[in-house]
């Protein structure tokens, strides 16, 4: 990320909305933290910030954090748009378990061969070029879906829709924790990278719901519970071809869904270009201010830190292959008694929601008590382990299956272990300090999206079952436990700001 070298005299301003959110001092830093937390961190003479600089915040960084936020959901939900509704899909358009799994594939296979690329591109070229061209590469995939190729083609069109779609997704997984740093001030930073990441359970919810909602499906005799055309519930057998009217009528559905996702594109793509600078006129705290390091030292300082690969695999184990299985649900549970396409779209919706408000709890909870940050995400992780037991001996039927059960296990586990991701950021970012938070952030999600493929290309396995997937994502959500214990937290960034909080302060409403 480059950083402008701040100017002579910068002031720190507050809107009332900002005092509503901001639980600390004046100065905005926790007032429960005088001294450095950890080791102390003294810039270098190359990171340095000028004596006397002043910073300042701006209203309008919400409405910059609402268009991205947004742009992340639709990517997600772009991304998860076949999962939900896998059994109409593969009825009405002749699709197996394998053309379901490709189209998710194509989310970790474009992230592992372009995030290197993406990554100099965010690094080099700043947020706002980069998020526009997102913005665009995810409007053209979503696009190609919407051509009227007909009914027996459109596997090669959304095929191609959804590499685009997922090309989209490097620049939006790994910019959150440079928009927080170069927007917000260091009391709402991990917020606002929680707000980021949030949109993304948010999508997911909003996948989970809204697909089933649109492309009802096909009643048929071996239990699958869709409606059919007119609404009364005729059965078909699914190993048959289905009647051309019902196949139609479902068919033209699906694309419904696909020019509403591509509506939505194309306003937030049109917002990007209309406001979206990449920087705010003055920094909002002196690491802002700060110069970090250039991509290829900051990228090879990272490959050495041994720190940084203990919490990297700590995060992308467990929610790489947690964001892999959550995809999969109506698979895993097809043999479970009452829970068939809808249910498991609801336990997908209410999952996600879950995820979503852990995400700016666990947050909020760390921006107003810095400095603990791995005792958290450690309680969070023991939870999710727990959560994730349960759930994966219901799915056994160790334990008696309830459906309510079900629901509890699924959400709580969607609660603690995704409430977790915005803190591995900021966690990391901190600890690597001063290498650029996009490279940071894009090598993390990189190992995620690593970890997640390895998971969906096992699916395309023949004759593999479904056990083993309960089975992967307890050992992966287990295994957080002791790399967190082992790795060693330091605060480097935040120790940088402490350094500065003597700067001169001016409260006032700033307009946008």
Not at 395 to 408: D, N, S
Not at 452 to 463: G, K, T
């Amino acid at each position: 990320m480059n950083n402008p070298e701040p100017d002579e005299n910068y002031s720190i301003q507050y809107t009332d909305e900002d005092q509503l959110l901001d639980s600390t001092e004046s100065n905005g830093v926790n007032a429960g933290v005088i001294d450095f937390v950890g080791e102390p961190y003294i810039p270098s003479m190359k990171h340095a910030v000028k004596e006397g600089t002043e910073y300042k915040v701006y209203s309008r960084r919400w409405y910059i954090l609402a268009v991205f936020a947004s742009l992340n959901a639709l990517q997600c939900i772009a991304w998860n748009s076949w999962g939900p509704i896998a059994d109409t899909s593969k009825l009405v358009l002749n699709w197996t378990t394998g053309d379901i799994a490709l189209l998710t594939n194509w989310g970790p296979i474009t992230y592992v061969t372009t995030g290197l690329f993406f990554s100099w591109v965010l690094d080099v070229k700043g947020l706002k070029p980069s998020v526009v061209a997102a913005s665009f590469i995810m409007l053209i995939g979503l696009g190609v879906r919407c051509l009227p190729v007909g009914i027996d083609y459109i596997k090669w069109s959304v095929n191609i829709g959804q590499i685009f779609i997922n090309l989209s997704g490097p620049l939006l997984s790994a910019a959150p924790t440079i928009l927080s740093a170069v927007w917000f001030p260091p009391h709402q930073r991990t917020t606002a990278t929680a707000i980021s990441t949030a949109s993304v359970s948010m999508g997911f919810a909003i996948s989970f719901l809204v697909g089933p909602l649109i492309v009802n499906g096909v009643e048929t005799t071996n239990g699958t519970s869709i409606n059919a055309t007119d609404g009364s519930f005729l059965l078909y057998d699914s190993n048959e071809p289905l009647d051309p009217v019902v196949r139609t009528h479902h068919y033209h559905q699906i694309m419904l869904l696909m020019y509403i996702e591509c509506g939505v594109g194309a306003l937030l793509a049109l917002c990007t270009v209309l406001y979206f600078p990449s920087k705010p006129p003055t920094p909002p705290s002196a690491s802002a201010a700060t110069r970090r390091e250039n991509f290829k030292d900051g990228a090879l300082l990272l490959v050495k830190n041994v720190q940084f690969w203990i919490l990297g695999l700590a995060y992308s184990i467990g929610t790489g292959v947690y964001g892999a299985w959550v995809t999969q649900l109506d698979t895993i549970f097809e043999n479970a008694d009452g829970v068939g396409q809808d249910t498991c779209g609801w336990i997908g919706f209410y999952t996600n929601v879950a995820a979503m408000l852990a995400c700016l709890m666990f947050a909020r909870l760390v921006d107003c008590f810095q400095g603990y940050m791995k005792k958290i995400l450690l309680i969070l992780t023991v939870l999710a382990t727990a959560s994730c037991l349960w759930c994966f001996l219901l799915c056994l039927k160790i334990v008696p299956f309830r459906i309510e059960f079900l629901y509890i296990s699924c959400i709580s586990f969607g609660f603690f272990l995704p409430g977790c991701t915005p803190i591995y950021y900021e966690l990391t970012v901190e600890g690597v300090y001063p290498i650029a938070e996009g490279v940071t952030t894009m090598a993390l999600t990189l190992l995620n999206r690593v970890t997640a493929l390895i998971f969906l290309l096992i699916l395309l396995i023949p004759d593999l079952g479904i056990e083993w997937m309960s089975w992967a994502v307890l050992i992966a959500t287990g295994a957080g436990i002791p790399l967190l214990i082992i790795y060693r937290e330091s605060y480097n960034r935040m120790n940088q700001d402490i350094l500065e909080q003597s700067h001169t302060v001016v409260v006032t409403d700033k307009p946008i």
